[in-house]
């Protein structure tokens, strides 16, 4: 990686380990980065420790989500899934326990894949990606079990409601959508963009970002970021937020969300904007949570840099690790 | 008082120094019966420890007295009582008892005294007697040792040993009868014999001087013979140039020029060798020449004994007239050395470079003496006349051509650390203000002439010629590759300034068929200028930009959108990529910093240097990044769905390039990439 190609490199998923002291990356061209927090955060951090352990090219398109199970890394690159051990990433052997394609209709251009969760019910894994459909995999056979159709435009984020079991999808299209991950079928479908107080029409109709919390639902993008109480099915309050967000996350009883602009926002959940952090990407990408380590409890933001910022302090920038 | 009354009752005594202690005399004033006492002999008479007891028990009486004094006083008894009064008198008594063993205590300590004194004086005559005894001694030891140590010249001498002295002296000196019994005859004996032969020896000496001469002489002649010959071959040589070139064999041609070249000093030396081998063996095109002043040359290298005797004369014929001239000023002075120590030999070397289209790059190398460096200047000729392209100004300016041919070297420095000290000493601060009238030094230029000054670990130890042979190919294909990109560069800069974008035809598969936007401006700005600008200061902080680069502001058009471009071109095009930095103009202000999908065109411009390099040398770079620029901008506009005011209106732009989709991915990037020969567009 030249200093032209590091300049022009992007940030896209994050993903820490189940034991909390690694942190996963992905960028766009297509490399997966593996960083050691412990060596970062320890008193004798040098300027090494926040280069990663590991780097390696996973996917030859963008790896555009990552997500971390109790023994594995899943990453997602053009149209397909690899899944990595944990412990072979950590003593830096870089091969693939399996990967696999979702069946795809059109063969012109391959789908990515923008989002993925896991249904801990079931063990299943729900991707969602460019094809505008979400599948669904069983994690211990592999096998694609269904598809969920319904969305006209690709599919940006994925959630899941453990206590009812619901899958809510937002995509392109402006729609978010709630499917029942038992009986495969659509329950409700709200388009955010009809709703005066939330639609921005000079930027988009498109949903980008969605968080649930018990009956709360965060969700953003073209619109502003709002937060609807998923039984009446109504904004609550809506955020002045001046980009168009790209995650957000709840956390204790703060809202927090990144998007365009360089900086993280502290939401409270009445509507008002408490804090703007800012940080060294021009526009972020992707935040994450390590609350699985309460040692190595921080929250890490990746966006149009080849620099990563960790917040040890959840109301400053500490450092930034580096590609 | 009563003690007087004492007193009055004592006859007078008189004290006297010797004799005995009583002794009547008759004195002439005779009333008085005077008693002369002798205290000092009582004196010896007495016993002190007698004398102690006496004192002692005189002041218990005393004491005694006293209390009994005190008693009756306390009874009640009157002042003048006759007990009181017998007790008085008694303790006078006793009083002066006291007084006569205090004086007579006073005197023991006296003749003590004395006797200890008269002892002392004894004691000292003997112990200077003893002292100058001693001395005498020392100055008599002292005395032997020297005669001892005496060396007398004749011991310096080297002399042959005793048994060769014996075998080969002759009878009559060594008389060996005498000798081998008196060592001192012996030493005579050998010391007349070294005499012999020292002698015998010096007349030797003036026979071979003589026969010394004589051959000399001989020698002489026989030169003088030879250099008449010389005179017999050069009409020889003169007769023969018709015939060689006829042959074609410029065979005197390069015996002059080897002739020169024993004047060159040797890092030009070097240069020259090693560019005239390379020039046979790989590059025909390639030819060296010596240009300069030979005699010059030869008279740096004359021997200074021969000056040094007419410079003694010229010294004084100058001091005369020195004496009427006022001395020069310490500026001038200073100016004085400061230019003897950037004097150049007075050879050079020229190096020319040609290449296929005609156009010749001439090389220039000077060598400083003092500074031990080898310089270059450049030229560049060319057969067709390069039209004024205003923004190619700097393209073949001599002073930056060369710039940078190897990474950072960039020529301003000296690189001979030596010459640091130099500088200090006549107090030139950089050498950087003489560089535009001495010559470039840069460092592959040291190289070539084989100079070596280290300042890397890595570099091998190569000396001399082999330094310059390891150096000689690349550093000539890069100099070739400079020049013709340095005029591909000047051609291209002409056609853009006119807003037409030379793709040449190895490169239109590239690019769709159509391309609307267009080239609307191409001009040069300077390092200041560019650093001013807002939307790159993302890669002046990632330090890829230096103030040697060359800066250029492109503006590509189409309908209402302006994208101003800024351009940094490297010296070292195109090892080295032209980065570009985004700003557009439509509907607002954004930059690569504030919309991700400009990020993506700069990014598609900056990054896929093999794609967008076009058949070697990749000359075509920067006009295929220029048109590839042009093709993002024509998707970035068509592909904008939204319309920031909110209203709903005709597009300015309609769709006309094939797009599968218009966004992906989580930062809903726009299809940049072109596909050919299909001619859709798709994502990364």
């Given at each position: 990686m030249g200093p032209v190609e590091l300049l022009h490199m992007s940030v896209f998923s994050q993903s820490f380990s189940p034991c909390g002291r690694f942190l996963a990356a992905g960028n766009n061209y297509g490399e997966i980065a593996v960083f050691s927090l412990s060596a970062a955060l320890s008193p004798e951090a040098s300027e090494g420790s926040q280069k990663p352990i590991l780097n390696f090219t996973a996917h030859d398109g963008p790896v555009f989500t990552l997500l971390s199970t109790d023994t594995h890394l899943l990453s997602a690159g053009n149209g397909e899934i690899s899944?990595?051990?944990?412990?072979?990433?950590?003593?830096?052997?870089?091969?693939?326990?399996?990967?696999?394609?979702?069946?795809?209709?059109?063969?012109?251009?391959?789908?990515?894949?923008?989002?993925?969760?896991?249904?801990?019910?079931?063990?299943?894994?729900?991707?969602?990606?460019?094809?505008?459909?979400?599948?669904?995999?069983?994690?211990?056979?592999?096998?694609?079990?269904?598809?969920?159709?319904?969305?006209?435009?690709?599919?940006?984020c994925l959630c899941f409601?453990?206590?009812?079991?619901?899958?809510?999808?937002?995509?392109?299209?402006?729609?978010?959508?709630?499917?029942?991950?038992?009986?495969?079928?659509?329950?409700?479908?709200?388009?955010?963009?009809?709703?005066?107080?939330?639609?921005?029409?000079?930027?988009?109709?498109?949903?980008?970002?969605?968080?649930t919390d018990s009956d709360w639902m965060l969700c953003g993008g073209g619109p502003s970021l709002s937060l609807w109480h998923l039984r009446s099915m109504s904004p609550t309050s809506v955020f002045p937020l001046p980009g168009c967000q790209r995650e957000a996350v709840f956390h204790q009883d703060l809202i927090m969300s990144v998007g365009e602009g360089p900086y993280v926002s502290h939401c409270l959940h009445g509507g008002t904007v408490k804090a703007q952090i800012p940080c060294t990407p021009s526009s972020l990408n992707t935040l994450a949570l390590n609350l699985k380590n309460t040692e190595h409890r921080v929250m890490t933001v990746g966006g149009s840099s080849h620099q990563i910022d960790v917040f040890t302090n959840f109301s400053y920038r500490a450092f930034s690790l580096s590609f | 008082?009563?003690?007087?009354?004492?007193?009055?009752?004592?006859?007078?005594?008189?004290?006297?120094?010797?004799?005995?202690?009583?002794?009547?005399?008759?004195?002439?004033?005779?009333?008085?019966?005077?008693?002369?006492?002798?205290?000092?002999?009582?004196?010896?008479?007495?016993?002190?420890?007698?004398?102690?007891?006496?004192?002692?028990?005189?002041?218990?009486?005393?004491?005694?007295?006293?209390?009994?004094?005190?008693?009756?006083?306390?009874?009640?008894?009157?002042?003048?009582?006759?007990?009181?009064?017998?007790?008085?008198?008694?303790?006078?008594?006793h009083f002066?008892?006291?007084?006569?063993?205090?004086?007579?205590?006073?005197?023991?300590?006296?003749?003590?005294?004395?006797?200890?004194?008269?002892?002392?004086?004894?004691?000292?005559?003997?112990?200077?007697?003893?002292?100058?005894?001693?001395?005498?001694?020392?100055?008599?030891?002292?005395?032997?040792?020297?005669?001892?140590?005496?060396?007398?010249?004749?011991?310096?001498?080297?002399?042959?040993?005793?048994?060769?002295?014996?075998?080969e002296a002759p009878a009559e000196i060594s008389r060996p009868h005498v000798t081998r019994d008196d060592h001192h005859q012996l030493t005579l004996a050998r010391l007349d014999w070294e005499l012999e032969q020292r002698k015998r020896l010096a007349e030797q000496y003036k026979l071979s001087l003589a026969r010394k001469e004589k051959i000399q002489k001989a020698i002489e002649q026989k030169r003088e013979y030879l250099s008449s010959l010389q005179p017999g071959l050069q009409n020889i040589m003169q007769a023969s140039l018709p015939v060689q070139e006829y042959l074609s064999m410029p065979f005197e041609q390069m015996q002059k020029q080897a002739e020169v070249a024993r004047h060159l000093p040797p890092p030009l030396y070097v240069l020259l060798v090693q560019a005239a081998a390379y020039g046979q063996a790989c590059d025909k095109t390639l030819s060296v020449n010596i240009s300069g002043d030979v005699d010059e040359a030869k008279a740096l290298s004359r021997p200074p004994e021969d000056s040094q005797d007419d410079e003694s004369?010229?010294?004084?014929?100058?001091?005369?007239?020195?004496?009427?001239?006022?001395?020069?000023?310490?500026?001038?002075?200073?100016?004085?050395?400061?230019?003897?120590?950037?004097?150049?030999?007075?050879?050079?070397?020229?190096?020319?470079?040609?290449?296929?289209?005609?156009?010749?790059?001439?090389?220039?190398?000077?060598?400083?003496?003092?500074?031990?460096?080898?310089?270059?200047?450049t030229k560049v000729s060319t057969t067709t006349d390069l039209s004024g392209a205003i923004s190619a100004g700097e393209l073949l300016n001599s002073e930056s051509l060369l710039n940078c041919l190897y990474a950072s070297d960039h020529g301003k420095e000296t690189p001979n650390p030596a010459n640091r000290y130099q500088f200090d000493k006549?107090?030139?601060?950089?050498?950087?203000?003489?560089?535009?009238?001495?010559?470039?030094?840069?460092?592959?230029?040291?190289?070539?002439?084989?100079?070596?000054?280290?300042?890397?670990?890595?570099?091998?130890?190569?000396?001399?010629?082999s330094l310059s042979a390891s150096h000689m190919e690349r550093t000539m294909k890069l100099l070739r590759g400079r020049l013709q990109a340095r005029l591909a560069l000047h051609k291209q800069f002409s056609s853009l300034e006119h807003s037409i974008i030379p793709v040449s035809s190895e490169c239109q598969h590239l690019f769709p068929a159509k391309v609307v936007s267009g080239l609307t401006r191409w001009t040069m700005m300077s390092y200041q200028e560019f650093t001013e600008l807002s939307y790159v200061q993302h890669v002046l902080k990632a330090g890829l930009v230096s103030e040697t680069d060359l800066f250029f502001m492109a503006v590509v058009e189409r309908g209402t959108a302006r994208l101003l471009t800024a351009v940094v071109v490297n010296p070292r095009y195109p090892e080295v990529m032209p980065l570009f930095s985004l700003s557009l103009h439509w509907k607002g202000e954004r930059s690569g910093r504030t919309d991700?999908?400009?990020?993506?065109?700069?990014?598609?411009?900056?990054?896929?240097?093999?794609?967008?390099?076009?058949?070697?040398?990749?000359?075509?770079?920067?006009?295929?990044?220029?048109?590839?620029?042009?093709?993002?901008?024509?998707?970035?506009?068509?592909?904008?769905?939204?319309?920031?005011?909110?209203?709903?209106?005709?597009?300015?732009?309609?769709?006309?390039?094939?797009?599968?989709?218009?966004?992906?991915?989580?930062?809903?990037?726009?299809?940049?990439?072109?596909?050919?020969?299909?001619?859709f567009f798709s994502h990364r």
């Open positions: 899944a990595w051990s944990w412990a072979e990433l950590i003593k830096k052997t870089t091969k693939a326990a399996w990967t696999r394609k979702p069946s795809y209709e059109t063969s012109l251009e391959i789908p990515e894949i923008n989002a993925m969760i896991i249904n801990p019910k079931d063990n299943s894994l729900i991707v969602g990606g460019g094809d505008n459909n979400i599948h669904i995999m069983d994690m211990e056979t592999g096998i694609f079990k269904s598809v969920l159709k319904g969305h006209t435009d690709y599919i940006h409601k453990e206590r009812e079991g619901e899958i809510l999808s937002g995509g392109e299209d402006g729609a978010v959508r709630i499917w029942d991950s038992r009986t495969n079928r659509p329950v409700h479908c709200i388009e955010v963009f009809k709703y005066e107080e939330c639609a921005r029409p000079q930027f988009g109709k498109w949903i980008s970002c969605l968080a | 008082m009563s003690s007087d009354a004492v007193k009055k009752r004592k006859p007078k005594v008189i004290r006297n120094e010797a004799g005995t202690p009583e002794t009547k005399r008759g004195r002439g004033e005779g009333d008085q019966d005077v008693r002369v006492y002798n205290e000092e002999v009582e004196l010896e008479g007495r016993d002190p420890q007698q004398d102690y007891m006496l004192y002692k028990d005189t002041c218990a009486a005393l004491a005694n007295l006293m209390a009994e004094i005190q008693e009756l006083k306390s009874g009640g008894a009157k002042v003048g009582s006759v007990e009181i009064e017998e007790r008085r008198r008694q303790c006078g008594v002066i008892t006291l007084k006569k063993l205090n004086r007579l205590a006073h005197m023991r300590l006296k003749k003590g005294r004395d006797q200890t004194h008269e002892a002392k004086q004894r004691v000292d005559v003997l112990h200077l007697q003893l002292q100058n005894l001693l001395y005498e001694v020392m100055h008599l030891q002292k005395e032997i040792s020297k005669c001892l140590e005496f060396k007398s010249q004749h011991e310096e001498i080297e002399l042959v040993s005793e048994e060769e002295f014996f075998q004369d010229s010294d004084a014929e100058e001091e005369q007239q020195n004496t009427k001239r006022r001395r020069a000023t310490v500026g001038v002075q200073l100016d004085d050395k400061r230019k003897e120590m950037l004097r150049r030999h007075p050879l050079s070397l020229c190096l020319d470079l040609k290449c296929k289209d005609g156009s010749v790059l001439h090389l220039f190398f000077y060598y400083l003496m003092n500074l031990n460096i080898l310089t270059v200047k006549v107090g030139i601060t950089t050498f950087a203000d003489y560089v535009s009238d001495l010559g470039h030094p840069y460092v592959w230029v040291q190289k070539l002439g084989g100079l070596q000054f280290s300042f890397d670990g890595t570099q091998s130890d190569l000396r001399g010629s991700d999908n400009l990020r993506a065109m700069e990014s598609e411009v900056n990054v896929f240097r093999s794609e967008l390099q076009g058949p070697r040398p990749g000359l075509q770079l920067l006009t295929n990044q220029i048109q590839r620029l042009c093709v993002c901008l024509d998707v970035y506009l068509e592909t904008e769905s939204q319309v920031c005011d909110g209203s709903e209106g005709p597009k300015e732009f309609p769709r006309e390039k094939m797009c599968l989709r218009t966004a992906r991915g989580p930062s809903r990037l726009k299809p940049f990439k072109f596909n050919h020969p299909q001619g």
